[in-house]
């Protein structure tokens, strides 16, 4: 297959795109296809942490750059699933270190070899944004059912059409159906109606993305929570297969909901 | 051939960019601008005059790059004959103006002859539209975008955004807009506040100004 370079994107800080890079390549890797995800954010270096991959790191993204080293050195190979690669980026270096052009040419070099390069981009809409979309070729938006992150995705789709990066797709994270239900979030049609882009992937809020955070181990290793299991849907409907969405409307339609019913309650 | 900068008004420079100029000339001469004219942009407003020459959103964006960040200008506005530039710089969100001269040869503008601009789809945060003429969208116009029409506008969608008809101080031209949620709106040099509790919020909505006052009207008025 012809090689997918999709860059991970929000405007706003802290809605998920690092989560949702490391969990996506986790989840195309198990499926099969070989998958480099890239450190985007120069200075704020954060996936390899989420990935459990931090003691392993010699080189980074801005090393290659710079000509200390060569791409391939700079790729860490994850032990735990096979066709997983990372670069990370430098921690003691700052967003202009690293050029759109600069980031253009890697993603070139790693268009040959795989089959997704995952590109974490910063919050933003400045010169880490733009240089972290540069070299992608289609990007997935990642916001939360709050005015503020949609607004900031909102500019930043904008900016992502104006760079010509389609298919632009959305991925709607932390929802809580209780309080989508009481009226007190937005619904996930509130933010499409908003966004007017494709909906690719909905993900419930879900403790266990902290503690698998924390722990380096994305969820997506260990197919359990909700979070895990619509990070696998999402990777499905990025290679083209047809996945039903979650219901997350807050309607719950299993036995004890349809029995509390019954009773009235 | 070069490009030229000269001083207009309260300290307001014009940036002009021959047509003739090629890609690779133009950016040769805005890294020697860059250095020998850095005092003089320091913190100083330019108005960048690209006149007839096609410009891309990547050139544009060298430009920001190589000559408007590093010498701390301020860019006031952008002006293009250009169908193709304006368009470009449009998407990027830039400030364009004085899109009514002539066109260039041979690249007939619907928009100009007929004075008014259809934008297709949906006006997203940060974007601005600066048009001498009445405006059609056909998506909604989202929150912390804005349009400033000479003449009238009409949004297909929801406005959220801020909506400005007759900004050269027509008062006659209207704003209407199938969905009004909007908490400001502008026309001539009236400003209309709308609070979201108000019976017309979410509504199709006609904005004029009658006796001094911006009205709203619901749509359609019976």
Redesign the interface.
Known sequence: MDCRIIVITSGKGGVGKTTTTANLAVALANEGHKVVAIDGDVGLRNLDVIMGLENRIVYTLVDVIEGTCRLNQAMIRDKRVSNLYMIPTAQSRTKDSVT?EQMLEICNQLRNDFDFVLIDSPAG?E?GF?NAAAGADEALVVTTPEVSAV??A??I???L???EKTPISLIVNRIKPEMVKRGEMLAVQDVLD?L?VDLIGTIPDDESVVTSSNRGEPLTFSNGSGASQAFLDIAKRICGNEVPFMDLSGDQKGFLSSLRRFFGK | MMIQLKGIQAGILRCVVPEEMSEKNILEEFEELTDSAKNLLDGGRVVMDLQGRSFG?ALV?KIW?NFIEPTGCSVISWEVTDQETFE?LF???MNVGNTNKKTKQGRPSSHRQSKTLLYT??L????KIMHEGDVIVT??V???SEISAEGHIVILGKLKGLAHAGFKGDETTSVSARSFESGQVRIGRKVGLIDKSSDIWGKAVVVTVKQDEVLLTEWPAL
Not at chain 2, 124 to 127: L, P, T, V, Y
């Open positions: 759109s809409i010169a733009r607004r900031d909102d500019r789709i904008g900016l059409e104006s760079m908003i007017a | 959103a964006a790059k470009a998407q990027l969100g789809g949906t997203r945060g940060g974007q998506g909604h989202n929150v912390g």
